[in-house]
């Protein structure tokens, strides 16, 4: 997908029932209390699971990303866009300037990844999680 689309640089894998509707607008996101609030949530549940499961020196690098979609609304009621997805950005490098995503089932557990996305979608606001499984490169370390 990346070497037909100029400006994408990510593929990411979405957890949930399919989309059926193309997301017409994102939601409008600030540096608020709240929205930072949701992130370090969700950040700190990953972590939580990751740290549990005992793969935490498996992994580079996992950051968490809150991004301003909120997918299932539906087009015809025109709901506003009120909620945001977060994604799950696992990195395995030596130095940083190339790597891969831990591979579910590979590098990490299947299961690891599944309860890290059911217990961040119990945060209030989360409409949808992803798991991020781009290279770098064409994909930076972290989202920009």
């Not at 070497?3 to 990411?12: E, K, Y």
């Not at 301003?68 to 395995?92: K, M, Y």
């Not at 309860?115 to 770098?136: C, H, L, N």
Request: charge should be negative; proline fraction near 8%; aromatic fraction near 6%.
């Amino acid at each position: 997908m990346c070497d037909h689309l100029q400006l994408c640089c990510r593929v990411v894998f979405l957890f949930g029932d399919p989309i059926k509707d193309v997301i017409p607008d994102v939601t409008p996101t600030f540096l608020t209390t709240g929205v930072l609030s949701t992130l370090r949530q969700a950040d700190h549940i990953a972590k939580k699971v990751l740290q549990d499961s005992g793969h935490t020196k498996t992994l580079s690098q996992m950051p968490i990303i809150l991004v301003p979609l909120h997918f299932g609304r539906d087009a015809i009621l025109r709901q506003a866009s009120c909620q945001r997805s977060v994604v799950i950005r696992t990195f395995i490098t030596n130095d940083f300037m190339t790597g891969i995503p831990a591979v579910p089932g590979d590098h990490i557990p299947v299961e690891l990844v599944s309860k890290m996305a059911e217990e961040i979608e119990k945060v209030p606001g989360i409409s949808r999680v992803m798991y991020d499984m781009t290279a770098k490169p064409p994909g930076t370390t972290e989202w920009e």
